[in-house]
């Protein structure tokens, strides 16, 4: 979806503040948050780019006030609400009043803690041959989903070189929508900066994406 | 707070007055214990793990072998996940880390532009500034604008290469060594390994720096 989420080229926003000695954590509800977002994660109650696509469903002027982890835990709470495992009168009562809904994979206990702290695989075998080899030129679709999408704007339309093929993995934009896996090949495909940004762009400058076959068409 | 288990942090237990968003999460981590959704104890122990034991010395580790093992660093470039994996003491590597390598001719810089994409497992949880507005906006656009933020300047012939993680594969930097470190060893190089240096906004620490 084009929300303010999809941030890449955007004016405006400021200078980059880097914090010193920064904290791992800036207050004790951050790491709840954090934790929570992991624990149902692993507990199978929804998929990360479903977890993604409530962060970019949160309305613009909320989103772009909210601190990271405010972020992370209105898109926790309102996914929880519509996914049916809470309801709107519990988050107000702050209590549990209705029977809980069964979790896909079982609640996540403290011995399967360390097995989820290794980032999860989502390559899958290749339904189909690749389209595209390294170095064939191809052109970022002009597409403008309502829903989730990994494709930034800033690409669109544009012509890159394949770099990299990773493979076939989970097509977000199906898994967010929970349509299934929907596995696709998996590019990294470089664009020139001045491409992207014109002429008074940096000359020197190469932007790559990962790339999701469908988000691209051959070019010449 | 309906759940009486033992916090590692008590700090605000004794406040009078809790902000509103803390207020919500502790009723919506009330509401998910009491529905068997979550383990109190398993989210204390998921905090704790990135709190003490997953940080930027793991990717450091990481950089200083390839600074010093040639076959490590062929291995590193070619398939990251597996070259990692291959490190008893580095565990927990995710699925397709991809480690680029800077040299005198190009510098690489890794963004998510969408999110907050890193390789959590080598370096600990994003900084504030990974997340937020201006790096996200920016990086694809002035990378050398962003840099000056960090006080880095570039030669303006090196080409800067920005790898913005819009899938599941993490990047990694893999920084120069830098000069005057001959015969040090794995552990000492490692020290110089920022992690500013492995997301590609900053340069190792110079020998003789302060740490």
């Known amino acids: ?220 | 707070m309906s759940h009486d288990h033992d916090h590692h942090h008590h700090h605000d237990h004794d406040h009078s007055e809790l902000s509103e968003t803390e207020l919500r999460v502790r009723a919506l981590e009330t509401i998910l214990t009491e529905k068997g959704y979550v383990e109190p104890a398993a989210l204390d122990a998921i905090i704790q793990a990135y709190e003490t034991k997953i940080g930027p010395h793991n990717g450091a580790r990481v950089v200083a072998k390839a600074w010093t093992d040639p076959a490590f660093k062929k291995a590193l470039l070619e398939d990251g996940s597996k070259a990692i994996g291959t490190l008893g003491h580095v565990s927990r590597v995710g699925d397709h880390l991809v480690v680029v390598e800077n040299t005198p001719a190009r510098h690489n810089m890794v963004v998510c532009t969408l999110c907050s994409c890193y390789p959590w497992e080598m370096l600990g949880l994003p900084p504030v500034w990974y997340k937020a507005a201006p790096y996200r906006s920016r990086a694809v656009k002035d990378p050398r604008g962003v840099l000056a933020d960090f006080d880095v300047t570039l030669p303006k012939e090196i080409e800067i290469r920005v790898w913005d993680s819009t899938a599941e594969t993490r990047f990694l930097v893999l920084p120069m060594r830098p000069e005057g470190t001959e015969g040090w060893s794995e552990e000492q190089l490692a020290e110089l390994v920022t992690r500013d240096s492995m997301i590609g906004t900053g340069f190792p620490r110079q020998p003789g720096a302060p740490s």
């Open chain 1, 1 to 220: 979806m084009n929300g303010v989420h999809d941030m890449g080229g955007m004016d405006g926003f400021g200078k980059v503040e880097p914090e010193p000695n920064e904290p791992v954590f800036h207050a004790e509800w951050e790491s709840r948050v954090l934790a929570m977002v992991r624990a149902m994660g692993a507990a199978g109650a929804f998929n990360i780019d479903t977890s993604r696509f409530y962060r970019e469903m949160i309305p613009p002027h909320v989103y772009l006030s909210s601190s990271y982890y405010k972020k992370w835990f209105l898109g926790l709470e309102e996914m929880l609400i519509e996914k049916g495992y809470l309801t709107r009168e519990e988050v107000a009562a702050g209590h549990a009043m209705q029977p809980a809904k069964a979790l896909k994979h079982g609640k996540l206990k403290v011995e399967g803690v360390e097995r989820t702290m290794v980032r999860g695989k989502f390559a899958r075998p290749a339904p189909a041959p690749a389209k595209f080899n390294i170095g064939d030129r191809v052109r970022a679709r002009n597409i403008h989903p309502a829903t989730h999408t990994r494709l930034p704007r800033y690409v669109r339309g544009h012509v890159g070189v394949v770099e990299l093929n990773h493979g076939c993995h989970v097509f977000p934009d199906s898994a967010a929508m929970e349509l299934g896996e929907n596995p696709q090949w998996l590019y990294t495909v470089v664009f020139e900066g001045r491409d992207l940004w014109g002429e008074d762009g940096d000359p020197t400058l190469k932007v790559s994406i990962d790339a999701f076959e469908p988000y691209l068409d051959p070019a010449q």
